[in-house]
């Protein structure tokens, strides 16, 4: 049986000017420890606002989010953060690296901040699984936009988080280098064949990822579709072309 | 081009900010050294004593020199230098009646002016000038009660009378060279429709006796009273030499006391200009520069538009001509405050005359906003020179960076800069009176090499401070790491701590360094005396041989400060000096004599930088002319060192006192035995005994104070604005960097943490350079005032210095991205596409 990772229960958000609009309107949605779950919806359908919110880089309005059992929607910066390093890790559209750090402080960084030793042979045994193994001492900018997106992964899975956030990983990157960072989420879940685990046990994350690209979402193990600020639907074990036909479905309404 | 430099100019308000506050200082600082150099330019003398007179026949006004040279070809060069008398030459006293028999010529009113101290002084402290009463005619000064001066009376003007509380029949006593008198006052006059004249108050004697109080031996101008018509050639041929005036240029005749000096303060308001336009250019090209660092994905994207080079040089610059030009319109205004704030500053300074006022003047105005415009343009063309060459494919990459290269460019201008620096330090006396200006400038050229340089010498030094701020944790480590990957940065934010730090405090030092060897050189002159004698506005040479005389007395040493000429290489020179009158079997002033021997008939003695600069030996006879242009040959007897507060030259007393019109012994020093002190009081009550007096201001003094204080203000004022503008544009344009570690895990407090560090690391690096600039300079300059080697000087200057502009650093580096960053923030994914 799995358990529940991140848990999100009856959370509204609306956001200041443009008449109040409800980017989220009583969501309730969990995501199970060492899934790949993809939370696609067309533009404005609160995709985003559900992962700032489920991901602790939001407040919600009201509702709740527990993250690993505890309640983050009520937590207050610098809990927040500290409460967020430990769990999570994040992979987003544009990266977002430190241009000044080298590629192997990049990915550090995390750990380095939360104040813990950093773990570096898991961090060299994940830079070999991204295949970046060599680029260390590269800045990001010497990079290309899929070796960039892979350091960003690389430094979410340096510190063993319990759910990676991915908001459109592959949105800036050609098809190819988008399906190697795909690959490499689902690796995450699956636990790289435990190789990367001190115990036997399962070892994989669980990855949330927004997406607008049903090839992408095809990758995950289940697609939460949602529209208007609500959750419509659900499909598990997807296809590209059963996504395809459900967003087009959802849009439609 | 027009409407996207607007847009731009609009979008981008914040970036400009620094540069339009720069361009904006720059501008009014301009106008307002304009309005004052105009001032002294044009300032009209405050008023005419010659009023009623057709001509004024004038005794020597200034020593000029003509050298010829025979160059090739036959060619002979003539070059002909002057220099002006502080005091006034005087005419044959029969001349009055040789021109008195030109034809049309009425009459020929010889005028003896003299210094007097009268018990007050003028308007805004105005000189008291002593003359004959005949002469009262030349304005004319008519009696307002009473009547003229027969011996032993005098008339004075009304404004003197009315601040002396002075009228008919009152006993004043007045002291020239010749002595002290007590004189009755018989009369007060004064000039149409006024109390007196502005800048000079006005006394005047029975002309029997103005030759004895005066001690001239002619008059020092003749004033010409003729019909219209007359010839003036006729004139010109009886003067001989003597120059003829008319018109606005009678004034010149007149005494040079009573006229408005404004040597020093053209140079100084010219300088202003100079180091106004230097500072500018300086910071306008820092804040430029950062500010098209900010657009360069704007500038990609116009090159991916099809924009050439040239079209995003020519975009850069109308750019800054309308920053500059809307700069301009409020400076302006500011201008003229600033040129009043100055005078106001300087006439309380004393370095310019009292009744100097700033002349309002558009075309000045216009040309400051002209070249304050023409100054940002040029920073702009400066700061965007390679930003402009950005590849298109830039446009599409997520951080944009400008290209690099130019380091051939920096490296050969530091290199010319600093060597600059390094010859003015070496060649240029730097113990003489250029010392001061020539450290500055050599001060100057190091900032430029230090700027040229800036990124080699941050990322150096980065390197180094960054490493120790790691010792403090992840944030130290995080602020070392990326201070040194962004060393262009940290070298934009340190740059203008340096340029604060270095010339401010060369400046502070150099100076609180002279004015500490002149008290100690002072100190030293006069330990041997037992005391000092000093009188209200100096006392007559005779007081002080009769102090000598005293039962009891040792020894005595009056001075007499006066200004004296000679020539250097066919210029005339003129150099503070005193006139030294030594008696006793003790010496009572040790001038640390290094070769001959004080005194002697026909003799004088110089300082070791005089005999130096002219490479006088003991035993020369030197030409020397003294203040009111009377020429001596006097033998070169010594040589001594201790020049500071003294002067160059000391020369034989009676020479000076009757040569300057002032005359006065300023102090008598006097060595003694037993209760001298109150014979002395007893004898000349209004005498003043102390054990030492301040050490005499140097000549300049007043001028050199207001001159540094201004540097000091304007430095400040525009490396103020480059600190907390480039700090402010960079901590605005890392928004996304700190949304970056925010998202990586910092907390907010982190990140304040980190950009604490950072600024602390480049204060440190501003720092660290601006010490190694004022440590050259201080250092050689040091070592040439006495051969010893200082760094600091006044532990207490620079102490404040380190600590007030780390203090903005700081402010200016945490301040604006606490603006930026707020401490409950949530991090911001709003990742701005």
């Known amino acids: 049986m799995t358990e529940t990772v991140v848990e999100v229960i009856d959370v509204t958000k609306s956001y200041a000017g443009g008449a109040g609009v409800r980017a989220l309107d009583g969501v309730s949605v969990g995501f199970a420890t060492g899934t790949f779950c993809a939370v696609m919806g067309p533009s404005g359908s609160g995709k985003s606002t559900l992962l700032h919110c489920a991901a602790g880089l939001d407040r919600p309005d009201s509702g709740r989010v527990l993250l690993a059992g505890q309640e983050i929607s009520r937590l207050r910066e610098p809990k927040l953060t500290e409460a967020r390093r430990r769990r999570v890790g994040f992979v987003f559209q544009s990266y977002n690296l430190m241009d000044s750090l080298s590629v192997w402080h990049n990915v550090l960084l995390p750990q380095r901040l939360a104040g813990v030793r950093p773990d570096r042979d898991w961090a060299r045994e994940v830079m070999r699984r991204v295949g970046l193994a060599g680029r260390e001492n590269d800045r990001p900018g010497q990079l290309s936009g899929g070796q960039r997106q892979r350091v960003a992964l690389a430094r979410a899975l340096a510190g063993r988080p319990e ?22 989420l689902r690796d995450a879940v699956d636990g790289f064949g435990d190789l990367g685990s001190r115990s036997g046990e399962r070892s994989g994350t669980a990855v949330i990822m927004v997406t607008h690209d049903p090839a992408a979402a095809a990758w995950a193990d289940r697609v939460v579709f949602l529209a208007d600020g609500r959750i419509v639907t659900e499909l598990a074990d997807p296809t590209a072309e059963k996504v395809a036909a459900q967003m087009t479905a959802v849009s439609a309404r | 081009m027009m409407r996207l430099a607007l847009g731009t100019l609009r979008r981008h308000r914040g970036a400009y900010l620094g540069s339009f506050l720069a361009a904006f200082l720059a501008v009014a600082l301009l106008a307002g050294a304009g309005l004052l150099l105009f001032s002294v330019l044009t300032a009209k003398p405050p008023a005419d004593r010659f009023a009623a007179a057709a001509a004024v026949v004038s005794g020597d006004r200034e020593v000029t020199l003509t050298t010829t040279k025979k160059k090739k070809k036959n060619k002979v060069k003539s070059k002909t230098k002057s220099e002006r008398l502080t005091g006034a030459g005087t005419l044959p006293a029969d001349l009055a009646g040789r021109i008195a028999a030109v034809p049309g010529v009425v009459d020929a009113v010889a005028d003896y002016a003299f210094p007097v101290v009268f018990p007050v002084r003028g308007e805004d402290d105005a000189p008291v000038v002593g003359h004959g009463w005949a002469s009262a005619a030349l304005t004319p000064y008519t009696l307002r009660e009473g009547r003229p001066p027969a011996a032993g009376e005098m008339v004075i003007d009304a404004d003197l009378a009315a601040r002396g509380g002075l009228s008919v029949g009152d006993q004043v006593q007045i002291t020239t060279r010749t002595g002290v008198r007590s004189v009755r006052v018989s009369g007060v006059a004064a000039p149409d429709g006024r109390d007196g004249l502005a800048a000079q108050g006005a006394l005047f004697l029975a002309d029997r006796q103005v030759p004895a109080v005066s001690g001239l031996d002619g008059p020092t101008a003749i004033a010409v009273l003729a019909e219209p018509a007359t010839d003036l050639a006729a004139l010109r041929a009886v003067a001989g030499d003597a120059p003829v005036f008319t018109g606005a240029d009678k004034v010149r005749g007149d005494l040079p006391g009573a006229l408005p000096d404004y040597i020093g303060p053209i140079s100084i308001f010219g300088f202003t200009i100079g180091i106004t336009a230097f500072a500018a250019v300086f910071v306008l090209t820092g804040t430029v520069a950062l500010g098209v660092r900010q657009r360069l994905r704007d500038l990609a994207l116009l090159r991916t538009a099809g924009a050439t080079p040239g079209q995003l040089r020519r975009l850069l610059g109308l750019e800054s001509v309308v920053l500059a030009a809307v700069a301009a319109v409020p400076a302006m205004p500011v201008g003229v405050v600033v040129a009043g704030l100055v005078a106001a500053r300087f006439r309380a300074l004393g370095a310019v005359p009292a009744q100097f006022t700033v002349a309002f003047n558009v075309p000045v105005l216009i040309c400051a906003a002209v070249a304050g415009v023409l100054v940002t343009f040029v920073a702009a063309r400066i700061a965007g020179r390679r930003a402009v060459r950005i590849a298109p494919t830039q446009a599409l990459t997520e951080t944009a960076t400008a290209p690099r290269g130019g380091m051939l460019v920096r490296v050969v201008a530091a290199l010319v800069t600093a060597g600059g620096a390094v010859a003015v330090l070496i060649f240029v006396p730097l113990g003489g009176p250029l010392g001061m200006g020539m450290s500055f400038v050599s001060s100057a050229l190091l900032l430029c090499a230090v700027a040229a340089l800036g990124p080699v010498l941050a990322r150096g030094l980065t390197a180094v401070v960054g490493r120790v701020a790691a010792l403090g944790g992840v944030t130290g480590w995080l602020a070392g790491t990326v201070a040194r990957a962004e060393s262009r940065r940290v070298a934009a934010v ?5 340029l604060m730090f270095a010339i401010n405090a060369t400046m502070l030092l150099n100076s609180s360094l002279l004015g500490e060897l002149t008290g100690d050189e002072h100190a030293a002159r006069s330990a041997p005396a037992t005391a000092q004698v000093t009188g209200p506005g100096g006392l007559p040479l005779s007081v002080a041989g009769d102090l000598a005389a005293l039962p009891g007395v040792t020894g005595a040493a009056a001075t007499l400060p006066t200004r004296a000429i000679v020539a250097q290489g066919g210029k005339p020179e003129d150099y503070p000096s005193q006139g030294l009158f030594t008696a006793g079997r003790e010496a009572a002033i040790d001038l640390d004599v290094r070769d001959g021997q004080l005194g002697g008939e026909g003799t004088f003695a110089a300082s070791a930088y005089l005999v130096e600069q002219h490479g006088w030996r003991v035993g020369d006879e030197v030409p020397i002319w003294l203040a009111d242009g009377y020429q001596v040959t006097l033998r070169l007897a ?14 034989p007393a009676d020479l000076v006192a009757a040569h300057d019109p002032r005359g006065l012994v300023a102090a008598v020093a006097l060595r003694y035995d ?23 201001r140097a000549g300049d003094a007043q001028n050199q104070q207001g001159a540094w204080e201004l540097m000091v203000v304007i430095s400040l004022g525009f490396a103020a604005i480059a600190v907390v503008n480039t700090f402010a544009i960079a901590a605005s344009s890392r928004r996304r960097e700190y949304a970056d570690l925010r998202l990586a895990g910092a907390t907010a407090g982190q990140v304040h943490r980190m950009a604490t560090r950072e600024a602390a690391i480049t204060v440190t690096v501003g720092l660290v350079l601006g010490a190694a600039v004022t440590a050259v300079v201080v250092g050689a300059f040091s070592t040439a005032q006495d051969g010893i080697f200082r760094l600091i000087v006044d532990p207490v200057t620079y102490g404040g210095m380190l600590a007030g502009i780390a203090a903005l650093g700081m402010a200016a580096g945490a301040l604006p991205i606490r603006a930026v960053l707020r401490r409950r923030d949530l991090p911001a994914v709003a990742d701005d596409h």
Do not use: C, K, N
């Open chain 1, 163 to 184: 759910v990676i956030f991915a908001d459109e990983p592959t949105g800036a990157l050609d098809i190819s280098a988008g399906r190697e960072v795909l690959a490499l």
């Open chain 2, 494 to 498: 340190a740059v203008p701590l340096v």
């Open chain 2, 638 to 651: 010594a040589v001594y060192q201790r020049a500071r507060g003294f002067g160059e030259m000391a020369l």
């Open chain 2, 674 to 696: 037993g209760d001298v002190a109150a014979g002395i009081h007893q004898r000349w009550p209004a005498l003043r005994v102390t054990p030492a007096v301040a050490a005499a």
